[in-house]
């Protein structure tokens, strides 16, 4: 079935920091990519997605571009800020039939002043 | 608008025993999903509600069961506890099912612990 795989954490950073988080994907066709957020404390929320090849999504400084020719979807920020430090998930959903949407193992991020 | 709705926040129960879970999505969700969210597997499936109808499965045992209700609320239940079902039960509420499920929006979550 589809899949995830993500870089473990967890990241330690300084603040204005490059981030950089990277994701790969296992998937037939071609699947729409996601990354979402859990701030401390808080619930799942959706950061950006693309839906097509050589699309880029992006949302409060982050940035990420799906690649086919290398199945990633790598989630980047140039400068970190403290408020940055959360979980972040990069998830994929094929298209088909089966809409759910599949999780990787989530990389903690510590944004440090 | 109220975002989505998990109740109770903390549970400790011990093994054997069972446990209902409810989930409140947001006003005008009509589809709810349900995941198990673990330190070492990250994000689980479990499984997907619309129009108080099961679209869809994960791979867990049959001790784990849901409903949703007319009013789009839905429980979530896990009967016989056992030590490894301890983990954040993370419920998330879209428009519709399909590819509306693209953009889910996820409650804080109930932290089950099996003691």
């Known amino acids: 079935g589809d899949s995830v795989t993500q870089m473990e954490g967890p990241v330690t950073l300084s603040e204005e920091a490059f981030l950089t988080i990277n994701c790969t994907y296992t998937?037939?066709?071609?699947?729409?990519l996601f990354w979402y957020v859990q701030y401390p404390g808080e619930g799942l929320q959706l950061l950006l997605k693309?839906?097509?090849?050589?699309d880029k999504g992006s949302n409060k400084g982050f940035e990420a571009t799906y690649r086919k020719e290398t199945t990633s979807f790598h989630l980047e920020k140039g400068s970190v800020q403290v408020s940055d430090s959360a979980v972040y998930f990069c998830?994929?959903?094929?298209?088909?039939?089966?809409?759910?949407?599949?999780f990787g193992a989530g990389t903690t991020v510590t944004v440090r002043a | 608008k109220a975002g989505v709705t998990q109740t109770p926040r903390y549970l400790i129960k011990t093994r054997g025993q069972q446990v209902t879970l409810s989930c409140s999505p947001i006003s005008g969700h009509r589809s709810v999903s349900w995941y198990q969210q673990t330190p070492g597997q990250g994000l689980q499936f479990l499984f997907e509600y619309f129009s108080e109808t099961q679209r869809n499965k994960g791979n867990f045992p049959g001790r784990f069961s849901g409903r949703q209700f007319s009013n789009s609320r839905s429980e979530m239940n896990v009967s016989t506890l056992e030590l490894g079902d301890s983990a954040l039960y993370l419920c998330a509420s879209s428009i519709g099912t399909g590819i509306a499920q693209e953009k889910l929006f996820f409650g804080s979550g109930t932290q089950l612990s099996v003691l």
């Open positions: 998937a037939t066709g071609y699947p729409s």
């Open positions: 998830a994929v959903r094929p298209r088909s039939n089966d809409y759910k949407l599949s």
């Open positions: 693309a839906t097509k090849a050589d």
